[in-house]
Every structure is written in structure tokens, then in C-alpha cells.
């Protein structure tokens, strides 16, 4: 097996050179359908500024999750996992997931593999299905797809966080396969610098953004 090349790019924070191609995180699919231009400042303009409350307490509670579901995890190799869920129920949590193919890389909150499917579950701090919050799980669904090569389905979910309760979930089938790869190819263009950060038209996301102090693309009240 060929070994793996990989280098933090020189100029965008968070963004990794695998095997030559840009790897960015999924999590910025969910930033990129909030406001892209979000990316632009804090990961190529250098923006720092503190964690939200949310973010904080975000966490902390998967950390907590984490550490209680250690408390009970048998240790096994991921290819174990799959081959062990072909006839029993498995849980995972925090799955690491990369896809050098699509660039995109990073962990997955919980993973519930049955003999017939695959159930990716994403936590957010609310109980609404933002289009963002989508894109992200459907990034998580696309990276472990290309990892797995398995024809078992794959179901997106989105949970509350800190409960039971899944709010969302859907098929990830060919649409939205298609759809996320469309979306995927185009925060590729954005970091080479083919197409340009579009900020949101949106002035309530402005007004909660943590970056809305170092932000000049501010929109304006009464726009939508």
C-alpha cells in the first residue's frame, strides 16, 4: 500500500495537503451553509476570537459522552467493528472518518451499525433541521460511504444534544450523495481560490455570529 502523504497547508488554517489534494474539515459544511465567508475570516484572514457559550458547553458534554461510553467499550479495530455488525448491533462514538477522494475528514458523534444499515448520528444543541446542520451529517454519511464500501444503507440522523431524541433523519441516497458532493466541490473551488467567500444576506445570523466584531461583509438591516 502506497504511504500516505499529509501537510498542514501553508496558508488556511485547518485545512490539510493529503496526497496532494486539499483536506478540509466536514464540520465547515455546516459553517459553509450558515455564512461561508465565516471560513474565510477565521481560517485564511487568521480571525481569532473566544468560544461561544454553545461552543463550550458543546464540549464538554462530548466529552462527558465520550468518557462514559469508554467506561464500557470493548477495544477492536474498525475493521472488526464491520465485520462483527454483519450479525449484532454495534455502537461507536467519536468515529474518526476521512475520504482522500472528496478531501473532507473528521469524527463522527455516534455510529449504530446493524446487519443492515448504518445510522450516522450528529448532536446539535437545538431540535431543528437547519439545511447546515444537513450538509454536515450527509459530509459524515458521504466520508464514511467511501471508507466502508459497503452496500448496506446508510441513514443521516441529527439528535438533541444530551438526549434521545433524533429530530431528523433521512436516507442517504444517490440525491443526496450528489447534492453533498456538489456542495463539497465548491468549498474545493473556494480554497484554491476559484470562486469567492459569499457572505451571508441573512442580518440575524450577523448578529449571532462570535466573528461580527472582525467581519467587514456585514449585512445590512432589511436585507434577507
Same mark, same amino acid.
Given at each position: 500500500?502506497? *504511504?500516505?502523504?499529509?501537510?498542514?497547508?501553508?496558508?488556511?488554517?485547518?485545512?490539510?495537503?493529503?496526497? =496532494?489534494?486539499?483536506?478540509?474539515?466536514?464540520?465547515w459544511?455546516?459553517? !459553509? =451553509?450558515?455564512?461561508?465567508?465565516?471560513?474565510?475570516?477565521?481560517?485564511?484572514r487568521?480571525?481569532?476570537?473566544?468560544?461561544?457559550?454553545?461552543?463550550?458547553?458543546?464540549?464538554e458534554?462530548?466529552?462527558?459522552?465520550?468518557?462514559?461510553?469508554?467506561?464500557?467499550?470493548?477495544?477492536?479495530?474498525?475493521?472488526?467493528?464491520?465485520?462483527?455488525?454483519?450479525?449484532?448491533e #454495534?455502537?461507536s462514538?467519536?468515529?474518526?472518518v476521512?475520504?482522500?477522494? /472528496? =478531501?473532507?475528514? +473528521? /469524527?463522527?458523534?455516534e455510529v449504530?451499525?446493524?446487519? %443492515?444499515?448504518?445510522?450516522?448520528?450528529?448532536?446539535?444543541?437545538?431540535?431543528?433541521?437547519?439545511a447546515?446542520?444537513i450538509?454536515?451529517? /450527509? +459530509? /459524515?454519511?458521504?466520508?464514511f460511504?467511501?471508507m466502508?464500501? %459497503?452496500?448496506?444503507?446508510?441513514?443521516?440522523?441529527?439528535?438533541?444534544? +444530551?438526549?434521545?431524541?433524533?429530530?431528523?433523519?433521512?436516507?442517504? %441516497?444517490?440525491?443526496?450523495?450528489?447534492?453533498?458532493?456538489?456542495?463539497?466541490?465548491?468549498? !474545493?473551488?473556494?480554497?484554491? =481560490?476559484?470562486? %469567492?467567500?459569499?457572505?451571508?444576506?441573512?442580518?440575524? *445570523?450577523?448578529r449571532?455570529?462570535? #466573528?461580527?466584531?472582525?467581519?467587514d461583509?456585514?449585512?445590512?438591516? +432589511?436585507?434577507?
Open positions: 500500500m502506497p *504511504k500516505t502523504s499529509s501537510q498542514p497547508h501553508p496558508e488556511i488554517s485547518q485545512v490539510m495537503i493529503i496526497d =496532494g489534494r486539499n483536506n478540509f474539515p466536514i464540520s459544511l455546516n459553517k !459553509q =451553509g450558515y455564512c461561508e465567508y465565516s471560513i474565510y475570516l477565521e481560517n485564511v487568521g480571525v481569532e476570537v473566544k468560544p461561544t457559550l454553545k461552543m463550550v458547553i458543546g464540549t458534554e462530548h466529552t462527558r459522552l465520550e468518557m462514559e461510553f469508554q467506561k464500557d467499550a470493548e477495544p477492536t479495530t474498525f475493521e472488526g467493528m464491520l465485520e462483527k455488525s454483519l450479525t449484532t #454495534l455502537l462514538r467519536e468515529l474518526p476521512i475520504s482522500k477522494l /472528496y =478531501g473532507i475528514r +473528521g /469524527y463522527i458523534d449504530w451499525m446493524t446487519p %443492515d444499515q448504518f445510522i450516522i448520528i450528529d448532536d446539535k444543541p437545538g431540535n431543528r433541521a437547519f447546515s446542520s450538509n454536515q451529517v /450527509y +459530509g /459524515y454519511c458521504l466520508a460511504q467511501d466502508v464500501k %459497503d452496500e448496506r444503507n446508510i441513514v443521516a440522523a441529527l439528535r438533541e444534544r +444530551g438526549t434521545d431524541n433524533i429530530f431528523w433523519s433521512a436516507y442517504f %441516497d444517490e440525491k443526496s450523495e450528489k447534492d453533498i458532493i456538489s456542495l463539497i466541490n465548491r468549498v !474545493q473551488d473556494l480554497l484554491i =481560490g476559484k470562486k %469567492d467567500f459569499i457572505p451571508t444576506s441573512n442580518p440575524r *445570523k450577523c449571532s455570529c462570535r #466573528l461580527k466584531i472582525k467581519c461583509m456585514k449585512a445590512k438591516p +432589511g436585507s434577507r
